[in-house]
């Protein structure tokens, strides 16, 4: 049995107290195609969302019907309250797997009263086996400083520990738009998670991150391909010359160490990617402009 699992970050609405100025991006419909195309061409089963509101999700549940895609269940998870908005949304296929409930975590602010957006918690059901899965968007680097990142990580690393307190090798998925990298302190030291699959084996509660490989350009430069220069090197365009980058491998999707070389269910890391070139990229031109600002990201795990 296989689960192929895809995050994105929609750009749509984002979670801004303020109503933001419509860009077009909802008026074009051009979200629906994407989300109907992650799940009609790359089989996504597991679809993570953010940036998304009430009136997005209605517009999503109506696009799926339809298209005759009845066996996807969009379930809202959006919540705004107190001046914090959870602007997400997961649409399962409901043929594989069970949503049973959603817990909302710890309200986490620090002795100074400064809120950490750490994320939500969904728990599900593949093939009787229990799943926990949680979907994060993080502060941006605009309005939280490295310095103060650190905390997202290390409070989000609390919330796992208690399903490693109560489960032995529980099923654990990370996906979403950490607005940091794999190698930053905030993901890599204290969300604790390795590129390193032995570290993960002799560490079972230190997660597995796929995306390392995913940093830098997807392809090597050719100077015979003209086309070389606009391949995408990362998850999003941030065009800020003093990163000596422009791209940022910032959405991710991680795994506990019950996924690394198991029995049961297991990664296959070969199926990670980020879903731009070529299938997206010469579908939809001028895609920041007109669709978002992130690309989806993809990965799978498979029943042995």
């Not at 999503?60 to 959870?86: A, C, F, M, Q």
């Not at 309200?107 to 979907?135: A, H, P, Q, W």
């Not at 990229?281 to 992130?294: A, I, L």
């Amino acid at each position: 049995m296989e689960i192929n699992i895809g995050w994105w970050n929609t750009s749509l609405s984002p979670p801004v107290a303020k109503k933001t100025k419509d860009t077009g991006k909802k008026k074009t419909g051009l979200y629906l195609k994407i989300i109907e195309h992650l799940i009609t061409h790359e089989h996504i089963d597991l679809l993570g969302l953010c940036e998304v509101d009430l009136i997005d999700i209605d517009k999503i549940k109506t696009h799926l019907t339809n298209s005759n895609l009845n066996d996807y269940k969009v379930i809202p998870l959006y919540k705004k309250h107190e001046g914090r908005i959870d602007d997400y949304c997961l649409i399962i296929n409901s043929t594989k797997i069970t949503f049973k409930d959603s817990l909302e975590l710890e309200y986490c602010r620090d002795e100074l009263e400064t809120y950490y957006k750490i994320g939500i918690r969904v728990n599900l059901e593949i093939n009787n086996d229990s799943f926990f899965l949680f979907l994060s968007h993080w502060q941006s680097q605009l309005s939280m400083k490295a310095k103060h990142r650190r905390k997202l990580g290390g409070f989000l690393r609390k919330a796992l520990n208690t399903i490693f307190q109560e489960n032995t090798s529980p099923h654990i998925i990370l996906m979403g738009d950490f607005n940091d990298e794999p190698f930053d302190d905030s993901v890599c030291f204290e969300l604790l998670s390795s590129r390193d699959k032995a570290v993960v084996k002799e560490f079972p509660k230190v997660l597995y991150n796929p995306f390392w490989r995913i940093l830098g350009a997807h392809s090597p430069h050719d100077h015979e391909n003209v086309h070389t220069w606009s391949h995408v090197g990362g998850t999003c365009l941030y065009k800020e010359r003093k990163e000596m980058t422009y791209w940022k491998t910032f959405d991710q999707i991680l795994f506990s160490s019950a996924f690394i070389d198991s029995q049961g269910w297991h990664l296959i890391e070969s199926k990670t990617k980020i879903c731009s070139e070529p299938a997206l990229d010469e579908k939809y031109k001028k895609w920041r402009k007109n669709v978002s600002d992130h690309f989806p990201v993809i990965s799978q795990i498979r029943r042995a």
